[in-house]
């Protein structure tokens, strides 16, 4: 495998959660390149700004947890990891400090029009 193909998979991954939020109403702006603690932001009316990580492993390190935990609080948004448990769904997980994984707080399926092209 090269070094190229999980940078792939994380850039599919993002525009496949970019696409399920969208699906539900959201305004989604990707951060491509990770240049902050996070991969997108979505904002929707009378709703709280979501700053979501995604991660294709599921997993997300104590130091970028912090991160986004602390721009979210001074931001007031909510900081969202966005993982893949099931074929065709995004699970959004809230992030904890801890680390402890929770049941997600909800699965948004991926639009079929980004399924194909993936």
């Known amino acids: 495998m090269t070094a190229a193909r999980p940078r792939e998979a994380g850039d599919r991954f993002e525009r496949s959660a970019k696409a399920a939020l969208e699906a539900v109403g959201y305004v989604v702006t990707r951060s491509a ?16 700004t979501l700053l979501v990580s995604c991660k294709v492993s599921g997993r997300i390190d ?44 909800t699965s948004l399926p991926i639009p079929a029009r980004v399924r194909r092209d993936h």
């Open 33 to 48: 390149g990770s240049l902050g603690p996070f991969d997108l932001i979505a904002i929707r009316k009378q709703s709280t």
């Open 62 to 105: 104590p130091g970028e947890r912090s991160a986004i935990i602390d721009v979210a609080e001074r931001g007031g948004a909510r900081a969202l990891m966005a993982c893949r448990t099931r074929r065709g769904y995004v699970d959004l997980h809230m992030i904890r400090l801890d680390g402890r994984a929770r049941k997600p707080i």
